[in-house]
């Protein structure tokens, strides 16, 4: 064994040293059918599997644990396998955001707890990737993530579909009347054609476009498909890596630097990414003591075009931008404003990294000269409406949207919205700006994915595809649309969007960055005095410790008795 020594391990402590709780630990691996040479004086290796039945994000995951051991045990380490939460957006209600922060506690106890020398992190759906890397980073251990991969395209009659983009595409053609349920039942079958995140680049791959450019996976597992043999592969190379970075003793804590946070920030900018990278980034950064901000969100921004041609902002799909060269090559194209000499997993550099990758695709990975857009996808907003910020995704709205003063129709909350949305009574036109409020952190409860607001039925008959719609809630990383999202502070605590009401003049102005309430102060003053707090949610339970804790948007959504600064110690092992 080379680096570190057995006895400099920190499973030692549990297995090495002489004593009743030692002799305990080792009788007890034996009843689990261990020899003392499978993992006496080796890394124990922790793989943290978000597997389940209900998440088809992650099916295959189980196999691909395999694969994982399978390299840990060829690099000479010892690999235990754990069940942790699994944070399926398709099924888990009211929104899997709510449980992020409970996947990233169950990590973190896990990893400092147990007798394990490094872990290897599957995720991939959402919330499991930026929960498991929170908690990792609050460990420290020497980490490697596994992504799950994009699933294959989606397929209807003669058209190749991108899972959730066209969804809510044919969804609005339905409520449109342009296709019936015929055509509905068979797009059921199409849309979702195997195990694997959605294959745009919506919030999945774009968390694991990120984890990799924050250089903690090895290089171009984010965008493998889940299906490819190449992901098995991608999964035992993980193995193999993991037991060299616990030998070098390459703790999460010299990879995610702030250099690296800004790498990441950069990478999901150019690629159009999810207005949900956001929030995550924030905290994981938090979590590495990092103070990251919008501020550097907007500020990198302007410094990066979107160069990456993939639904919902553009035209492919994953696959495609993994045969493409995937995020190897697409960084290629953004070296000049990338940290090159910071270390990854996967090499002492990040240029080292780099070296030798090639775009094959120039359509799918755009050289510079030829942008979607001239700055990044995501753009910063500030206003009355907003004061403590808000973020639409600007290369996905109408254009002519972007510059747009409204009358605001307010809904309350999204059952109002859902039950009212279609009344003629409300006599919604083209112009008006929708307003969803009370979908927040604290107010969803969980801030779900609501904020991409459905279209009245009669403005989609008459070929509407997009308005201007206004919430403290998040969206899905494969919508579109003029979606103002993440407004804080939110409603439910009082913040500006609760004193919004129904005909109130609402301009938005994305070149400026602003987001006004063109109402009187001493009219808002004067709702303000008026308005009173909503019940909580929760009485009991994770969900009344949720509401106690959590942080509002612009600062992550972490709970704040984590996301504060301080270590915890190892465990007491003898």
């Known amino acids: 064994m080379t ?84 944070l399926s957006e398709t099924f888990q209600k009211p929104t899997p955001m709510l449980y992020r922060n409970l996947l990233a506690m169950e990590t973190e106890e896990l990893l400092r707890s147990y007798p394990v020398d490094g872990a290897v992190l599957m995720g991939g759906c959402d919330k499991s990737t930026p929960a498991l890397l929170m908690g990792a980073a609050s460990a420290d251990l020497p980490a490697v993530f596994v992504p799950a991969g994009p699933m294959l395209p989606g397929h209807w009659r003669n058209e190749v579909l991108g899972s959730g983009t066209d969804m809510w595409k044919y969804w609005d053609d339905r409520r449109a009347g342009l296709i019936g349920d015929a055509e509905l039942a068979e797009l059921e079958n199409g849309l979702a054609r195997s195990p694997g995140t ?13 984890t990799e450019a924050l250089g903690v996976t090895v290089p171009g597992a984010s965008s493998v498909p889940a299906v490819d043999s190449g992901h098995e592969r991608m999964a035992a190379a993980s193995g193999r890596r993991i037991v060299d970075l616990v030998r070098q003793d390459l703790k999460l804590s010299r990879i995610l630097t702030r250099e690296a946070y800004e790498d990441a920030v950069a990478t999901v900018l150019a690629l159009g990414g999810s207005t949900n990278a956001v929030i995550h980034l924030i905290a994981m950064a938090g979590r590495s003591g990092v103070a990251l901000t919008l501020d550097d969100f907007d500020r990198i ?13 553009g035209r492919y799909l994953m696959e495609d931008f993994h045969f493409a060269g995937g995020l190897p090559a697409f960084l290629t194209r953004l070296t000049d404003v990338l940290h090159l000499d910071r270390p990854t997993v996967g090499h002492s550099t990040l240029r080292e990294q780099l070296a030798g990758a090639l775009v094959h695709n120039p359509d799918v990975i755009r050289p510079r000269d030829n942008p979607l857009a001239g700055e990044g996808g995501v753009a910063v907003l500030r206003g009355n409406l907003c004061p403590d910020g808000a973020v639409i995704k600007h290369i996905a709205a109408d254009p002519r949207l972007l510059k747009h003063t409204g009358p605001a129709v307010v809904f309350p909350d999204y059952r109002t919205m859902q039950r009212t949305i279609d009344d003629p009574a409300l006599g919604i036109t083209a112009d008006h700006v929708l307003v969803l409020q009370g979908a927040g952190p604290r107010g969803g409860p ?3 994915e609501y904020g991409m607001l459905p279209l009245p039925g009669h403005l989609l008959r008459q070929g509407v595809r997009d308005m201007v719609r206004i919430s403290d809630a998040r969206m899905s990383g494969t919508s579109y649309g003029t979606c103002v999202l993440h407004i804080a502070p939110e409603s439910h605590i009082g913040g500006p969007l609760a004193l919004v009401r129904s005909g109130d003049p609402i301009t938005l102005d ?12 001493a009219e808002l003053a004067e709702r303000r005095a008026a308005w009173t707090p909503p019940p909580e949610r929760y009485e009991r339970g994770y969900g009344a410790l949720y509401g106690e804790q959590i942080t509002q948007a612009d600062t992550g959504c972490d709970f704040a008795f984590l996301a504060r600064p301080g270590r915890n110690p190892d465990p007491y092992a003898g």
């Open 510 to 521: 994305v070149a400026a960055r602003t987001l006004r309430l063109e109402v009187p102060d």
């Open 301 to 313: 921004a302007r410094t990066v075009p979107v160069l990456a041609n993939v639904r919902p902002g």
């Open 446 to 448: 969980g801030m779900p």
């Open 198 to 210: 959605c294959m745009t680049m919506g919030t999945a791959s774009t968390l694991t476009a990120a």
């Open 3 to 86: 680096g570190r020594s057995p006895e400099q391990l920190r499973s030692h402590q549990w297995y090495g040293t002489e004593g009743l709780r030692s002799f305990s630990h080792r009788a007890r691996t034996r009843q689990l059918g261990y020899l003392p040479e499978e993992h006496l004086g080796k890394p124990v290796i922790a793989v943290l599997n978000t597997w389940s039945d209900i998440n088809p994000c992650h099916v295959h995951l189980r196999d691909r644990a395999q694969a994982v051991k399978r390299g840990v045990w060829q690099a000479g380490g010892f690999p235990l396998e754990f069940p942790v939460s699994t």
